[in-house]
């Protein structure tokens, strides 16, 4: 008898306490390696700030935002998605107004032109919106409503050239060209943000 009981407790400090601590590590280690969803939309939200902070600060923007496509609800009766963008990002200037609370869940066809050409161009350029010369591409409205005087879309794309976004430059004070050298830094800063977000959106 004592040796059944010998063997019981040999078995389960041998066989299985090495296995019951195994089986509570992989866990543990399952739960430190997923990530934590807050925390990286925090850490996301700092990169993403710091940068269109230092856009803003470098050419002396009144306003700089970045939006985002998403899902915003289906289609009846198909249950097709229907395409949204939303301004998620956004710094701006002493004095100037915000407009991000005006551009959340947006249908993308009430901006088809400008989507349209930022698909295709990369960049939209609007050094003053009064010069009824320049193509603004359906967007003298939208900078009426939030006193522009010029600006600067850029395309942001992932590395495979998705289309994920769109990094915005805005002038209120004082209508202003900028030169070929800061367009070409600014898209360099796109793209920097597209691998920032999309690194974000894949995990």
């Known amino acids: 008898m004592n040796s059944w009981i ?5 078995f389960t400090t041998g066989v299985l306490g ?36 230092e856009i803003k600060e470098g050419i002396k923007a009144d306003r700089v935002w970045v939006t985002q496509f998403h899902n915003g609800g289906h289609f009846y009766p198909t249950g097709k998605s229907i395409t949204k963008f939303s301004i998620m990002y956004e710094t701006v200037s002493t004095g100037v107004s915000s407009v991000q609370t005006n551009y959340q869940n947006i249908p993308v066809h009430l901006f088809s032109k400008s989507l349209n050409q930022l698909v295709t161009g990369d960049l939209i350029e609007i050094p003053d919106f009064s010069d009824v010369t320049v193509a603004t591409y359906g967007l003298r409205y939208a900078a009426e409503e939030s006193g522009c005087k010029s600006s600067y879309l850029f395309a942001i794309k992932a590395i495979d050239n998705k289309f994920i976004g769109v990094l915005g430059i805005d ?26 977000l999309i690194n974000h959106l894949e995990h």
């Open 171 to 196: 002038y209120t004070k004082n209508k202003t060209q900028l030169d070929d050298e800061i367009i070409n830094n600014i898209m360099v800063h796109a793209s920097s943000l597209g691998g920032v």
């Open 18 to 53: 090495p296995i019951s601590v195994l089986y509570f590590k992989t866990i543990l280690d399952k739960r430190k390696k997923k990530p934590d969803m807050v925390v990286d939309a925090l850490r996301v939200s700092e990169l993403v700030t710091h940068k269109i902070d």
């Open 6 to 10: 010998e063997l019981g407790v040999a």
